[in-house]
């Protein structure tokens, strides 16, 4: 999922983004100047933010910008938070507020920053951390960071979570200082390494700055691999969870659309899920979170699944314990079994005289195959004449079904003008590679 947008841009339980929980924390806690550093394609957050009306920040008095991190060439890259801070370290100084909050999208918690910054400010500390104490971290939070405190809560060390112990002291990633000292750590950490992240400043301050922390007692979602996403949905089907969401004193904001309720089709039900707006639900549903304007089809069951926005389920589908992306089509499964698998390992594609290609030939001639699927028509072969006569006449004789995944092409759905090019491209690429290796010998 990460590769088509941020993390702060990844849908939560249906009807949010993860970077809606650390906005609307900054919103009800009176924080109205909020910068969001974007690593990645910004457009589906561009998108989903907008002017930032919706979480009720007032654009007289205050100022939501998103900041994407590009190249001198215009292309997104992956960076370190100070190369981000650095590069937008005059608008935080020109602000007229004198503290700074940095917090996370991938750590969803309910934070009153107002209480947390009174806090730092009476601790006389120079930067506070915010964590939890949690007596799981051998199984979960792996490389999440965690603290070293002595008994006065002093931070003496920022270190990885390998799994070695229980108890630990769990960094929420979200840091409080002024101004000041967040320009001074950025621009020391500038000067110590192009690769320093803001963690790696603060861990050598440790030992020469008065660092400490700030002790986080509700509930944390930590959302640091797929696992963890897919858990920390699934945890909001409980009642107790969801209040963290439901309370109207620290709602949870985010952009609306204007969709018709959820209706229900051709007996159609849901049990122990969130199903969002817009669905049109003719199948069965069962613990599962469903995003906005989905269609799950007749007859098909939903089960502890996580269905993004805009998903169309075909009738008949079965799908469990899986996440979808929005814009996803889930097709009825067509009820293939007794699967055989034909393999050629280490033997070109150039000739046909290959052990698992003849088996499957042969397969086919005693009538015990069906369909062929391929990833692409290479996997045939890269011999333009016959695997044009396999695909234009052995498999039509022989009433197969020939699917391959990566071309586009199934002959179900009729003939491909292109699958006879893609073929002669395929003989190409293989007389290309031999002429290139040989020259490569003779050198």
């Not at 060390?157 to 000041?180: F, H």
């Not at 011999?383 to 586009?408: H, K, M, Q, W």
């Not at 893609?422 to 290796?437: G, H, M, P, T, V």
Request: proline content about 2%.
């Amino acid at each position: 999922m990460q590769k088509y947008r941020p993390i702060a841009g990844f849908s939560f339980l249906g009807r949010y983004r993860l970077v809606d929980f650390a906005i609307s924390n900054m919103s009800n806690s009176g924080i109205d100047d909020i910068q969001i550093y974007v690593n990645g394609n910004p457009r589906s957050l561009i998108d989903h933010v907008g002017t930032g009306r919706h979480y009720n920040i007032n654009s007289k008095h205050g100022h939501l910008s998103l900041v994407p991190v590009y190249t001198d060439g215009g292309t997104s890259r992956f960076t370190t938070d100070i190369s981000c801070y650095a590069e937008n370290i005059h608008a935080v100084m020109e602000n007229h507020n004198d503290y700074v909050v940095i917090a996370p999208a991938n750590m969803l918690y309910k934070g009153n920053y107002e209480e947390l910054l009174k806090q730092h400010i009476e601790s006389g500390a120079e930067v506070s951390v915010l964590y939890q104490h949690v007596d799981n971290a051998k199984e979960n939070y792996i490389g999440c960071d965690v603290l070293q405190m002595n008994k006065q809560r002093g931070v003496l060390s920022i270190e990885q979570n390998l799994g070695n112990y229980k108890s630990r002291y769990l960094s929420l990633q979200t840091y409080i200082m002024s101004k000041e000292i967040f320009k001074t750590l950025v621009e020391e950490a500038q000067e110590t390494s192009s690769m320093y992240w803001f963690k790696n400043i603060l861990n050598d301050k440790c030992v020469d700055m008065d660092i400490r922390g700030l002790n986080y007692r509700g509930h944390v979602y930590v959302i640091n691999d797929l696992k963890s996403y897919y858990e920390s949905n699934m945890q909001f089907l409980t009642e107790e969870k969801m209040k963290d969401i439901n309370d109207p004193e620290w709602p949870v904001y985010t952009r609306t659309s204007d969709s018709a309720p959820a209706i229900y089709l051709n007996g159609g039900t849901a049990t122990g899920s969130l199903i969002s707006n817009g669905c049109e639900i003719s199948g069965v549903v069962k613990n599962s979170i469903v995003g906005r304007s989905c269609k799950i089809g007749k007859d098909a069951l939903i089960e502890n699944c996580i269905i993004m926005p805009d998903v169309e389920i075909a009738d008949g589908a079965h799908l469990k314990n899986v996440i979808v992306d929005k814009h996803s089509k889930i097709a009825k499964e067509k009820g293939y079994t007794n699967l055989l698998i034909f393999c050629d390992d280490g033997i070109s594609g150039v000739t046909m005289e290959r052990p698992g290609y003849k088996a499957m030939i042969e397969a086919i001639e005693n009538n015990k195959i069906s369909a062929v699927f391929v990833k692409d028509l290479s996997r045939l072969g890269r011999n333009y004449i016959e695997v044009g006569r396999l695909t234009e006449e052995f498999f039509p004789e022989n009433d197969i079904r020939l699917v391959a995944v990566s071309d586009n092409i199934d002959t179900f759905e009729g003939e491909n003008e292109l699958a006879p090019i893609k073929n002669l491209f395929n003989e190409w690429y293989a007389r290309d590679i031999s002429k290139k290796r040989r020259i490569s010998n003779k050198i």
